[in-house]
C-alpha cells in the first residue's frame, strides 16, 4: 500500500508558480546605476544551461565617445554569461548579436548610430561585419573542460557587408548544413527598411534572399522543427516570424517566412517563402516556442501574439494563441474557444514564452506589472499569477541562476530582472519565482523476491 501511494503521488505532484520574491542580488555586472539613466534599447537571455546565462544588454548612451550628433545616441552592447557562479562581461561600442549554433559561432557588428537624416553627421561607417567561426564539434566533446582556442575550430576571416546602415534585429539559423543570418534594417540614405537574408556558402556570406518593408521589423524570432514526409523523408523545417511597425496599425501583424530541406536527399524544398501572413492590429509583441506534450505526440509549435486596439478612450489588449498545423502547413487557433484571450485595458510591453513550472508559462508584460499565464495545448492561456511594482517597467528580462542555499533549496532558479521608472528615478529588481507542488519522493523500484513470487 506504501509503495503505491509513494507511486501515485509522484506521478500527479507537479511543480506551480506560487509566488514572488524580491531578493538581494548582484546586478552590477548587468547594469550599474549610472548605466541605468541610459536609453534602454532592449534586454535579452539566452539560458545555455542550469543555473548558467548570457544576457544581452542594448542601450543608446550619449556623451563624448558618441560622434552620432548632440540631438542623439550611441548604440552600446553588453554580454553578461554566467557559468558556475563566475560572470564575465564583455562590453562592445557598437550594435553586436552574437549567436551560436551547432556547428558555428556567428557575430554580427554593426557601427552605424544614425536614425534619421539628422542623426547621420559622423554616424559611424555604414558597413556590417559578420565574424564566423566553424566549430569542432568531435574534438569539443572529447576535450570537453580543457577546450583550447586550437580544438575550439576554424576562425574565419572577417566579412565587410557594405551599404547596411541601422540595424534593428538579427537572427542566426542553419538550414540543412548551411548557416543563415537574417538581419532586419531600418534607417538608410535613399533606403527603404529590407529583410535581408545572408547564407554562408564556404567560407563567404552571399545575399541570398531580400526583401522591401513598408515599416520597420520590430520582432523577429526563429524555430526549427522536424516532421515526415509522406514518402517518409524526414523534412527540416525553419520558420522566421517577423513583426513590422506600420502607421496604419490595422494592417499590422506576423509575417512567416519559411525554409524546408529534405534530410534524406540532401535537397531543398523551400526557400525564405512567404508562408503565412497573420493578421494583428495595433501589435506589441510575440513569442514562438515549441511544447512537448507526450513522448507519443508530435511537439506542438506555438505563436502567441500580443497586441491591442484603442476603443471609447480605453486599449483593450488581447492575446492570440495559435498553433501549427502539420496538415494544413499553417498556424491556427487552438481548437477551443480560449485561443483569444483579453489581457485587460492597458497596452502590452512584451512577451516571452519560458517554462519556469512542469507547465509551459506564458509571460505577458504590462507598464506595471508581469502575469505569468499556464499554456494548454488545444485549450490557449490560463492566469496563474502576477507580479505588481510601484512605477513603471522600463525592460525586463526571465534567466536561470544558482543561488545560495540561505536563499533556496532548489538547484536552480528563475528570476526576473527589471529595470524600473519611479518618477524619473531609475532602479533595478531581482525577482525570484517561488514554485510550489513539487514532491521528491523515492522512486518506487518493485522486486519480485520481496513479493513472494
Same mark, same amino acid.
Given at each position: 500500500?506504501?509503495?503505491?501511494?509513494?507511486?501515485?503521488?509522484?506521478?500527479?505532484?507537479?511543480?506551480?508558480?506560487?509566488?514572488?520574491?524580491?531578493?538581494?542580488?548582484?546586478?552590477?555586472?548587468?547594469? =550599474?546605476?549610472?548605466?541605468?539613466?541610459?536609453?534602454?534599447?532592449?534586454?535579452?537571455?539566452?539560458?545555455?544551461?542550469?543555473?548558467?546565462?548570457?544576457?544581452?544588454? #542594448?542601450?543608446?548612451?550619449?556623451?563624448?565617445?558618441?560622434?552620432?550628433? @548632440?540631438?542623439?545616441?550611441?548604440?552600446?552592447?553588453?554580454?553578461?554569461? =554566467?557559468?558556475?557562479?563566475?560572470?564575465?562581461?564583455?562590453? !562592445?561600442?557598437?550594435?553586436?548579436?552574437?549567436?551560436?549554433? /551547432?556547428?558555428?559561432?556567428?557575430?554580427?557588428?554593426?557601427?552605424?548610430?544614425?536614425? $534619421?537624416?539628422?542623426?547621420?553627421?559622423?554616424?559611424?561607417? $555604414?558597413?556590417?561585419?559578420?565574424?564566423?567561426?566553424?566549430?569542432?564539434?568531435? =574534438?569539443?566533446? %572529447?576535450?570537453?573542460?580543457?577546450?583550447?582556442?586550437? +580544438?575550439?575550430?576554424?576562425?574565419?576571416?572577417?566579412?565587410?557587408?557594405?551599404?547596411?546602415?541601422?540595424?534593428?534585429?538579427?537572427? @542566426?539559423?542553419?538550414?540543412? #548544413?548551411?548557416?543563415?543570418?537574417?538581419? @532586419?534594417?531600418?534607417?538608410?540614405?535613399?533606403?527603404?527598411?529590407?529583410?535581408?537574408?545572408?547564407?554562408?556558402?564556404?567560407?563567404?556570406?552571399?545575399?541570398?534572399?531580400?526583401?522591401?518593408?513598408? *515599416?520597420?521589423?520590430?520582432?523577429? +524570432?526563429?524555430?526549427?522543427?522536424?516532421?515526415?514526409?509522406? /514518402? *517518409?523523408?524526414?523534412?527540416?523545417?525553419?520558420?522566421?516570424?517577423?513583426?513590422?511597425?506600420?502607421?496604419?496599425?490595422?494592417?499590422? *501583424?506576423?509575417?512567416?517566412?519559411?525554409?524546408?530541406?529534405?534530410?534524406?536527399?540532401?535537397?531543398?524544398?523551400?526557400?525564405?517563402?512567404?508562408?503565412? !501572413?497573420?493578421?494583428?492590429? &495595433?501589435? +506589441? $509583441?510575440?513569442?514562438?516556442?515549441?511544447?512537448?506534450?507526450?513522448?507519443?505526440?508530435?511537439?506542438?509549435?506555438?505563436?502567441?501574439? &500580443?497586441?491591442?486596439?484603442?476603443?471609447?478612450?480605453?486599449?483593450?489588449?488581447?492575446?492570440?494563441?495559435?498553433?501549427?498545423?502539420?496538415?494544413? *502547413?499553417?498556424?491556427?487557433?487552438?481548437?477551443?474557444?480560449?485561443?483569444?484571450?483579453?489581457?485587460?485595458?492597458?497596452?502590452?510591453?512584451?512577451?516571452?514564452?519560458?517554462?519556469?513550472?512542469?507547465?509551459?508559462?506564458?509571460?505577458?508584460?504590462?507598464?506595471?506589472?508581469?502575469?505569468?499565464? #499556464?499554456?494548454?495545448?488545444?485549450? &490557449?492561456?490560463?492566469?496563474?499569477?502576477?507580479? =505588481? %511594482?510601484?512605477?513603471?517597467? %522600463?525592460?525586463?528580462?526571465?534567466?536561470?541562476?544558482?543561488?545560495?542555499?540561505?536563499?533556496? $533549496?532548489?538547484?536552480?532558479?528563475?528570476?526576473?530582472?527589471?529595470?524600473?521608472?519611479?518618477?524619473?528615478?531609475?532602479?533595478?529588481?531581482?525577482?525570484?519565482?517561488? &514554485?510550489?507542488?513539487?514532491?521528491?519522493?523515492?522512486?518506487? %523500484?518493485?522486486?519480485?523476491?520481496?513479493?513472494?513470487?
Amino acid at each position: 500500500a506504501i509503495q503505491e501511494e509513494i507511486y501515485v503521488a509522484n506521478k500527479i505532484g507537479s511543480r506551480r508558480v506560487d509566488y514572488f520574491d524580491v531578493i538581494s542580488y548582484e546586478t552590477s555586472n548587468f547594469l =550599474s546605476e549610472a548605466d541605468l539613466t541610459s536609453d534602454i534599447l532592449g534586454i535579452d537571455t539566452v539560458n545555455t544551461g542550469e543555473g548558467m546565462f548570457t544576457m544581452m544588454i #542594448k542601450r543608446g548612451v550619449e556623451g563624448p565617445t558618441c560622434l552620432a550628433g @548632440a540631438d542623439c545616441t550611441c548604440d552600446v552592447t553588453r554580454f553578461a554569461s =554566467s557559468c558556475n557562479g563566475m560572470v564575465s562581461v564583455h562590453d !562592445f561600442s557598437e550594435t553586436v548579436y552574437h549567436f551560436q549554433l /551547432d556547428s558555428h559561432m556567428i557575430t554580427v557588428i554593426s557601427e552605424y548610430d544614425g536614425t $534619421s537624416d539628422t542623426c547621420n553627421v559622423q554616424a559611424g561607417n $555604414s558597413s556590417l561585419t559578420i565574424e564566423t567561426v566553424e566549430l569542432d564539434t568531435s =574534438s569539443l566533446q %572529447v576535450h570537453l573542460g580543457g577546450t583550447t582556442a586550437k +580544438t575550439l575550430g576554424s576562425l574565419s576571416c572577417p566579412i565587410s557587408v557594405p551599404d547596411i546602415y541601422q540595424l534593428l534585429d538579427a537572427k @542566426a539559423f542553419t538550414v540543412g #548544413k548551411m548557416p543563415h543570418v537574417a538581419l @532586419a534594417t531600418g534607417y538608410a540614405p535613399d533606403q527603404s527598411p529590407s529583410l535581408l537574408i545572408f547564407t554562408l556558402i564556404g567560407s563567404s556570406w552571399i545575399l541570398t534572399n531580400s526583401t522591401t518593408l513598408q *515599416g520597420h521589423i520590430i520582432q523577429m +524570432t526563429t524555430i526549427t522543427f522536424s516532421q515526415q514526409d509522406q /514518402d *517518409g523523408s524526414e523534412i527540416q523545417v525553419v520558420h522566421l516570424c517577423t513583426s513590422t511597425q506600420l502607421q496604419d496599425e490595422t494592417e499590422m *501583424g506576423v509575417t512567416i517566412w519559411e525554409w524546408k530541406y529534405n534530410v534524406n536527399s540532401a535537397s531543398m524544398i523551400e526557400t525564405f517563402r512567404e508562408a503565412q !501572413f497573420i493578421s494583428a492590429p &495595433g501589435l +506589441t $509583441s510575440m513569442d514562438l516556442f515549441m511544447h512537448k506534450i507526450d513522448n507519443n505526440y508530435q511537439d506542438c509549435i506555438v505563436l502567441v501574439v &500580443g497586441y491591442g486596439f484603442k476603443l471609447n478612450m480605453l486599449v483593450y489588449a488581447y492575446v492570440d494563441t495559435y498553433q501549427y498545423s502539420l496538415e494544413t *502547413g499553417t498556424y491556427n487557433y487552438v481548437i477551443e474557444n480560449r485561443s483569444r484571450s483579453q489581457m485587460g485595458y492597458s497596452s502590452i510591453t512584451k512577451i516571452k514564452a519560458k517554462q519556469l513550472s512542469d507547465d509551459m508559462n506564458i509571460l505577458v508584460s504590462f507598464k506595471d506589472k508581469i502575469q505569468v499565464y #499556464k499554456f494548454i495545448p488545444n485549450y &490557449g492561456i490560463d492566469y496563474v499569477r502576477e507580479f =505588481s %511594482v510601484t512605477g513603471e517597467i %522600463v525592460d525586463w528580462t526571465v534567466f536561470s541562476d544558482t543561488l545560495p542555499r540561505t536563499q533556496t $533549496s532548489e538547484h536552480f532558479s528563475f528570476l526576473f530582472y527589471l529595470i524600473l521608472d519611479h518618477f524619473g528615478e531609475r532602479s533595478s529588481k531581482v525577482v525570484k519565482v517561488c &514554485g510550489d507542488g513539487t514532491i521528491q519522493l523515492p522512486e518506487v %523500484v518493485y522486486n519480485p523476491d520481496n513479493l513472494g513470487f
